[in-house]
């Protein structure tokens, strides 16, 4: 299946924000940060993350979902196991 790609561009905004971010947690860790101001930091950048495969994973939902022409099926136990990897 072909992401919509005007769809993900939200997506690679986001994925954009979390390379910056994760750019900054190695900055800190380089300058010898607090170690609770790292953490903060990476656990933003992991949430990010997380949000970005829930996007895709939805959109592609959406796709198969909505497709008129009959050809792709929705194949649940795939979508299922590619939910569940970000999990």
């Not at 990476?42 to 993350?49: K, Y």
């Not at 996007?55 to 050809?71: F, V």
Request: net charge negative; with cysteine; proline share 0%.
């Amino acid at each position: 299946m072909e992401l919509d790609r005007t769809e993900m561009g939200k997506v690679i905004n986001r994925l954009k924000r979390a390379q910056g971010q994760l750019a900054g947690v190695q900055r800190m860790l380089e300058e010898g940060r607090d170690c609770e101001d790292i953490v903060t930091q990476l656990a933003a950048v992991s949430r990010a993350l997380d949000r970005a495969g829930f996007a895709i994973i939805a959109t592609g939902m959406r796709q198969c979902l909505t497709q008129a022409d009959g050809e792709d099926q929705l194949d649940v136990a795939k979508l299922e196991k590619l939910f569940l990897s970000l999990a």
